[in-house]
């Protein structure tokens, strides 16, 4: 018999919670605040206040419970309010003076919020509602053909993977299992399937249920089946593993984390200290909540899709752009159509009724969304469209910002609708990979990577007004990736409809070779063919290549007309 030991966290990269970007000056050189007082408190707020603090501008806080920080924040106000805290709990507030170039030390007030603590709360030694299961084996694992993974609630199952199911997916060398065939809307629910909730809708995907790796088999749980604070057991049967006996309901349990102490600010991180160990874990929890939420993301590779439905002022940072990545595999192969949502979650056997789409991050009628410091790369690798972001807009008035992000794929890398601003970002691809129809999308000092490819296009534009912006890329540079020939490339190549408008403009943005000396691609004929100054394929100061050989598909505006499209203000109105 096999020796087995159940984990319930993967050592990865640490979560860095500390007061962000500090004045680089040594600290010392103000007063630290004094006569910290605690003002108010109840069961879950405290208001703290304290003395002014001579050559201030602004101040800095935070809350932590012991080594984990809870929330953190500043600004000119010499008091904070702190919401979502636990009954019962002592945290330490602590807070600093910063001035010009010089902040000063911390000073400290412990205090206990008022009623008892939740008897739900769990144990030392709680793991993310959102971890893997991770059950260590005496040599590597081998899974079998047939057989259940159970996971229980008491005496109720509550969620199950069938080794049966295996047989319907691919497993990649990078360990990512896929289907075999392509998903549709008449394909049956498996176990190898995921049903994400967000809002009142599910996102259906295939996912990866089992990882091996070494010795270990992780067992990934199925979107929101576990709860806060309560206690659950894992069964295996026989023959889920070649050559072990099984694990019998009971023999091995884990217990989850409370619910975060502040649900506005959510933390995440794979080693198991923060939140939530994925992203979607805390998008999960942030859609069951109200206000603005943000997800402070630690450095590491999170191997997921994500889903977020009908929320609004979210954001999710980064601890750093090129460290901190969201890579998974899909594609039209995989999962057919740009995305949507079932209105009910289908059960296993029965036919999904709709896809979730070939993106990576599907967001559907979300306002006020903010990605910032991350990598997202669809990891699928062969030609196809393989979106990174479907921004799915409802109204198409709904606003998304990118800031210091990279977005890599091959075709169709990013799709989109709203008010967007993509700000010093990078976008990689080689067919349309930017497309959709947005009523202004700006990306402002980007890099636009052309990928190499026999003839591609950087955009796909289906504006739905004749006078909307469309894509606009403002002080942007055109690159060529490895191995993409000089003349390759087009700027622009249409849908070939008149149901929307060809809508692109370029403005002082530093172009490589790899653009065609055409510039726009000529069949289909763009809408309108002939541009004009607000409507069309249109360019103005661009430098690092000749633009005397460009078609008459596209304009060269004059300065007075350039000037409606030389500021985020001028284009998105904010």
Known sequence: MKKLLLLLAIPLVALSCGKGDEPSSDAGKLAAPKNLTLKAITENSATIQWDPVEGAKTYRWDVKKGSELVVSGGGTNRNALVQGLSAGTTYRFSVIAVGEGEHSEESFLDFTTEGSSSPEDPVAGAVCVDAPIILTFDETPVLGTSGLIKIYDGGSVIDQIDLADLTTVDIRDDGQMVPKEQIKADTKLNTFMDAIPSGKRWRIVHYTPL???????????????????????VALDAGVVVGHPGIARGEQSFTTKAKP?????????????????????ALNY????????SVLVANGTYNEMLYLRDRADVSITGASRDKCVIAYANAEGLETGSGGAASSKPSVGNSIGAVGGRALCLFENCDNLV??????????????????????????AHKLVIENCALHSLQDTFLTKGVVWVHNSLIAGNVDFIWGYPKACLFEDCEIRCEKYSSGFILQARVPGANDKGFVFLNCRITAGEGAADGTMYLARSGGSTDYYDNVTFVNCQMSPVINAAGWYSNPAPNPATPTATSGWKEYGTTGVSTASRNSLGRTLTADEAAAYSSKEAVLGW
């Open 211 to 233: 990882r091996i790796k070494g010795n270990k088999l992780e067992i990934k749980p199925h979107s929101g089946v576990l709860d806060f604070g309560k206690t659950y057991s």
């Open 261 to 281: 102490s502040s649900p506005a600010a959510l933390s995440v991180s794979q080693d198991g200290t923060a939140d939530f160990c994925t992203i979607q874990g």
């Open 286 to 293: 942030a859609s069951t909540t109200t206000g603005a939420v």
């Open 371 to 396: 990605l910032t410091n991350l990598t997202i790369r669809n990891t699928y690798g062969a030609q196809g469209q393989a979106e990174t972001i479907y921004f799915n807009s409802g109204s198409n």
